[in-house]
């Protein structure tokens, strides 16, 4: 199973938006709507953000949402803030059946 | 407090093998899908095992099918990873997660990990 493809890196400056794609294939991405998003700060564990393409987990902020279009997964963050500089990773359900973390990306708030 | 704590990690040999518990409390381990999961230095997650609620079934990353084994001892509220034939590129943190009812629910509950390094 090949990881998800994601952008290495994205950057905005504070209280831009910004989006991260997440792309696979028809077996995974394309074919479920489980499509889940982890952030993960350094020397952290992930912490999960986003499941089910687009829902948010209680005390998660409203700045973060999904969304998915065929084999192509998405993750905006609104208002960026420098706490949201982190490294973003999708994951999402396949029909091996498996699971599959995307390649990761580093945001920047420049 | 929900929480997840790995151990069992360590310095091995290649081709050697190693058990990783990862203890839960906080919620009755019984009730939900488990997951390995882990991330070499300086690199990426990658998926690497799960097992259902009462342990009967188990799906592997390719990788690791037929080298890896998933248990768990509900009864200890306990999760398990076996691993034999290890290689260099086994090399990683691993962290155990909890999932849900389904294989395919998110996992929202992580571990801290523990490192796994195999070098001779």
């Known amino acids: 199973q090949s990881a998800l493809t994601q952008p290495a890196s994205v950057s905005g400056s504070p209280g831009q938006s910004i989006t991260i794609s997440c792309t696979g294939t028809?077996?995974?991405?394309?074919?479920?709507?489980?499509v889940s998003w982890y952030q993960q700060h350094p020397g952290k564990a992930p912490k999960l953000i986003i499941y089910a393409v687009s829902n948010r987990p209680s005390g998660v902020s409203n700045r973060f949402s999904g969304s998915k279009s065929g084999n192509t997964a998405s993750l905006t963050i609104s208002g960026l803030q420098a706490e949201d500089e982190a490294e973003y990773y999708c994951n999402s359900y396949t029909s091996s059946p498996s699971s599959v973390f995307g390649t990761g990306t580093k945001v920047t708030v420049l | 407090e929900v929480q997840l704590v790995e151990s069992g990690g360590g310095l091995i040999h290649p081709g050697g093998s190693l058990r990783l518990s990862c203890a839960a409390s906080g919620f009755t381990l019984r009730s939900y899908w488990m997951h390995w999961v882990r991330q070499a230095p300086g690199k990426g997650l990658v998926w690497v095992s799960r097992?259902?609620?009462?342990?009967?079934?188990?799906h592997y990353e390719d990788s690791v099918k037929g080298r890896f084994t998933i248990s768990r001892d509900n009864d200890k509220n306990m999760l398990y990873l076996q691993m034999h034939s290890l290689r260099a590129e086994d090399t990683a943190l691993y962290y155990c997660?909890?999932?849900?009812?389904?294989?395919?629910?998110?996992?929202?509950?992580w571990g801290q990990g523990t490192t796994v390094t195999v070098s001779s």
């Open positions: 028809s077996s995974d991405v394309g074919g479920y709507n489980y």
């Open positions: 997660a909890r999932g849900d009812n389904y294989a395919w629910d998110p996992l929202d509950v």
């Open positions: 097992a259902n609620s009462g342990g009967s079934d188990t």
